[in-house]
T-cell receptor, first 110, second 115 residues
Framework: QKEVEQDPGPLSVPEGAIVSLNCTYS??????FMWYRQYSRKGPELLMY????GNKEDGRFTAQVDKSSKYISLFIRDSQPSDSATYLC??????????FGKGTRLSVIA | GAVVSQHPSWVICKSGTSVKIECRSL??????MFWYRQFPKQSLMLMAT?????????EQGVEKDKFLINHASLTLSTLTVTSAHPEDSSFYIC???????????FGSGTRLTVV
């Protein structure tokens, strides 16, 4: 079992839809959870950062962490074509390298 | 927010030559810098972790003599691809943790093409 599992997609949704992206993990030591957005040929851009379990909201984005289930989610409300990108979940146990999911390719169709 | 500036954004070089990639933390001190490699449509693969003032720690399978990492200051880390070959063509990205309670920020990446 890989440390972090993420469905690579591709995921295609109509503009305005709610998008749900998920990752599962196996290492119970992970405490820091992040979601990154990566456009083609660009470096990853941090969207959401969460410590331990709980929810965090920022504009159209909501991140959820359920440590008991080892499951994290990112919700995008009112999706826009500009949200089309690859979304990477990443996690860390502390000041250690991030462990990434494979990334989910999202296309939002106008 | 915290920014890591990475240069060059793209480079083409001939086989056998060396290429240096720089990452600078602009408004914070990066004690640790992580270097990643990414192939098309794949996730990031950690190559090495560099700590300011000490030798880098390389991941298994990464040739430390080919990928030279220097982290001489708290704001600058460099990756030099020595004697580059076409199979070294890839997207290289650096990353640093901004601080306690913060996420990790990434450089904009360097696309290396070896011809």
């Amino acid at each position: 079992q890989k440390e972090v599992e993420q469905d690579p997609g591709p995921l295609s949704v109509p503009e305005g839809a709610i998008v749900s992206l998920n990752c599962t993990y196996s290492n119970s030591a992970f405490q820091y959870f992040m979601w990154y957005r990566q456009y083609s040929r660009k470096g990853p851009e941090l969207l959401m950062y969460t410590y331990s379990s709980g929810n965090k909201e920022d504009g159209r984005f909501t991140a959820q962490v359920d440590k008991s289930s080892k499951y994290i989610s990112l919700f995008i409300r009112d999706s826009q074509p500009s949200d089309s990108a690859t979304y990477l979940c990443a996690m860390s146990a502390g000041n250690t390298p991030l462990v990434f999911g494979k990334g989910t390719r999202l296309s939002v169709i106008a | 927010g915290a920014v890591v500036s990475q240069h060059p954004s793209w480079v083409i070089c001939k086989s056998g030559t060396s290429v240096k990639i720089e990452c600078r933390s602009l408004d914070f001190q990066a004690t640790t810098m992580f270097w990643y490699r990414q192939f098309p449509k794949q996730s990031l693969m950690l190559m090495a972790t560099s700590n300011e003032g000490s030798k880098a720690t390389y991941e298994q399978g990464v040739e430390k003599d080919k990928f030279l990492i220097n982290h001489a200051s708290l704001t600058l880390s460099t990756l030099t691809v020595t004697s580059a070959h076409p199979e070294d063509s890839s997207f290289y990205i650096c990353s640093a943790r901004v601080g306690a309670g913060e996420g990790y920020t990434f450089g904009s990446g360097t696309r290396l093409t070896v011809v």
